[in-house]
């Protein structure tokens, strides 16, 4: 049900000599690497892609092999435009005043208006010398004539790019209209982009960062036609909280859902295995950046950061396709990071959220991280400092109830549920919802949240949970994440 690895000559040898090593042998090469002074960042994001799809990704698990794996990473909220706003300013969305995709609550008009663009990774690192690059999507509601934000010397973005075919780009204010041959999939142009970018602030000698961020595996999950026959028979993963057979613990929005019907169920397979399809160009498109910083000898000053702006379910708790709960499907997503003094074959295990991701960016490029972000560094944790940095991450969400109004909103059926605020522990999820309504779940002997158990709670770990949400639902800098 693999692909082998595609690799793009003269990096396949290079890949491949490093494989034969025995694996405490990668661990000492990477040990000795130390970062230089002005890294180069490339991070590639993609679009509701859940943990289960990495395992057809070679690229990616190749990553696993040689870098850090963040095990507890979250995001604020699992939502488009939220998290990747989160992403740019490392703040909540109650800093941000992104918590949807459109409308006075979100989406890029409201980012742009609330001055968040003028304070992103991109701007700080623009300032102390970097090139920066923006490729693929930005936020939701950005159309291609659109100006182009601060901070970015490279701008290579598209507005609805969800089809792979026939788009157009903002290419450095310029719109480019692309059509339906193979060549126009998406994902591969970006690919050629970031490629065509990699090699030329190479011969530049110049320091950069870019982010590329891709539509796939985000639906209708487009495959590349060379991928398009790829996994027949496959079947979406049937964990113990696929159909779940009783919901009577669960808050109201949920306790009503039927059992998922046979043609159900049907629907959900073919639409994993499009996702799976549709990521093995992204998985491509990271093989050809590796390919490409080889062949200009800047691997070894190049960090590589993968990861997801949302998670997303496919039949657990009797949802259908989609995203937005408190559930682990949803705001637990992966986040691997490959570079110059990364411990090989790593996993780092305490709680780590999209917040932090600025504020890493930003040490790493040696610029000094604003009080006003409420992410805290990773920095440490890719030197190998294993301590846990938190003891809780806040998970923040306006639902259909809030906005009554919304005409995007998302169908129950699909699990939008109304808003809420949800505190993620190494070993629990409390969540208390608009309506009233609270869910707890023990992690440790219930993984995959199917047992709602807030009734049995002690009123003292209760109060406990109830405070630190509160301390978090309106935090603000360095108070987030200490």
């Known amino acids: 049900m693999r692909r082998p690895v595609r690799l793009i000559a003269p990096a396949a040898a290079a890949l491949s000599a490093l494989a034969s090593l025995p694996l405490a042998a990668c661990q000492e090469v990477e040990s000795q690497v130390r970062a230089p002074e002005s890294p180069n960042i490339i991070f590639v994001l993609t679009d509701d892609l859940a943990s289960n799809l990495v395992q057809y990704m070679p690229h990616v698990k190749q990553m696993q092999q040689r870098g850090m794996t963040f095990s507890d990473y979250y995001v604020t909220d699992s939502l488009c435009c939220p998290s990747r706003s989160t992403i740019f300013t490392g703040k909540y969305p109650h800093n941000t005043g992104v918590f949807t995709n459109q409308g006075a609550d979100g989406g890029y008009r409201t980012f742009r208006g609330r001055g968040n663009e003028q304070a992103t990774f991109a701007t700080a690192l623009r300032k102390s010398g970097y090139r920066t690059a923006m490729m693929g999507k930005y936020l939701n509601g950005y159309q291609p004539n659109d100006p182009v934000p601060p901070g970015w010397d490279e701008w290579d973005v598209a507005g609805n790019g969800y089809p792979e075919f026939n788009y157009t780009l903002n290419e450095n204010g310029r719109q480019v209209r692309y059509g339906n041959r193979p060549e126009d999939y998406l994902t ?74 046979p043609e159900q169920i049907r629907k959900i397979d073919t639409v994993y295995r499009k996702r799976a399809r549709s990521v093995q160009a992204v998985d491509d498109l990271i093989g050809r950046l590796q390919a490409t910083l080889k062949a200009t000898g800047t691997d070894r000053d190049t960090y590589l950061v993968f990861s997801s702006d949302n998670g997303f379910h496919l039949g657990e708790h009797r949802l259908a396709q989609g995203k937005q709960t408190a559930f682990d499907t949803d705001i637990r997503v992966p986040l691997m990071v490959t570079g110059p003094g990364v411990p090989a074959g790593s996993t780092h295990r305490g709680l780590t959220q999209n917040t932090d991701l600025c504020p890493t960016f930003e040490e790493l490029g040696g610029v000094p991280v604003p009080a006003s972000v409420d992410g805290r560094s990773l920095v440490p944790a890719l030197k190998g400092d294993p301590t846990p940095r938190r003891e809780a991450v806040l998970i923040e969400h306006h639902g259909p109830n809030d906005r009554p109004d919304d005409p995007d909103r998302q169908g129950r059926a699909a699990g939008n549920p109304p808003g809420y605020e949800a505190l993620r522990t190494a070993g629990e999820l409390y969540v208390e919802y608009a309506d009233g309504r609270r869910e707890y779940y023990a992690l440790k002997n219930d993984p995959t949240e199917l047992d709602n158990t807030i009734e049995q709670l002690s009123p003292q770990r209760l109060e406990e949970l109830q405070s630190r949400l509160n301390e978090l639902r309106g935090c603000r800098g360095g108070i987030c994440h200490t």
């Open 188 to 261: 591969d142009v970006l690919a050629g982009k970031g490629a065509g970018f990699v090699t030329q602030a190479a011969k530049d000698r110049r320091p950069f960062m870019m982010e590329i961020a891709t539509f796939a595996p985000h639906g209708p999950a487009t495959p590349a036609p060379r991928d398009a026959g790829l996994f027949p028979g496959l079947l979406a993963p049937r964990g113990p909280a696929f159909n779940e057979a009783d919901i009577s613990d669960k808050p109201g929005w949920l306790q009503g859902h039927p059992r998922l019907r």
